[in-house]
Nanobody
Framework: QLQLVESGGGLVQPGGSLRLSCEGSGFILDDHDIAWFRQAPGKEREGVSC????????NFAESVKGRFTISRDNAKNTVYLQMNSLKPEDTAVYYC??????????????????WGQGTQVTVSS
């Protein structure tokens, strides 16, 4: 069974940090571009960041540029989203997703065929 499993979410104070992980289960992430999306209650899903197969191409939403970084460790079959200087508006369920390989990754949800179940991130004092 092909699965993407997110972990690392939780409750953090404004200005704090979290690192989310996306691990492939029965799923070789090395064969895919990976993206992180988020969805807050009452809001549309937003593409947060993406990374292509070899890590040479990354892309970030304007709302997280300079605060979030994305990386991958193909040996561990895992992609990470490091989130620093978190704000209350970052509160959402975060999902990782996998697409076929492109030269440059993109944050359009329609490109991604495989999705994880999500992990909750809450930024609050």
């Amino acid at each position: 069974q092909l699965q993407l499993v997110e972990s690392g979410g939780g409750l953090v104070q404004p200005g704090g940090s979290l690192r989310l992980s996306c691990e492939g289960s029965g799923f070789i992430l090395d064969d895919h571009d990976i993206a992180w999306f988020r969805q807050a209650p009452g809001k549309e899903r937003e593409g947060v960041s993406c990374i292509n197969r070899n890590g040479g191409s990354t892309n970030f939403a304007e709302s997280v540029k300079g605060r979030f970084t994305i990386s991958r460790d193909n040996a561990k079959n895992t992609v990470y989203l490091q989130m620093n200087s978190l704000k209350p508006e970052d509160t959402a369920v975060y999902y990782c997703a996998a697409s076929r390989v492109f030269t440059y990754c993109a944050r359009a949800a329609t490109l991604y065929a495989y999705w994880g179940q999500g992990t909750q991130v809450t930024v609050s004092s």
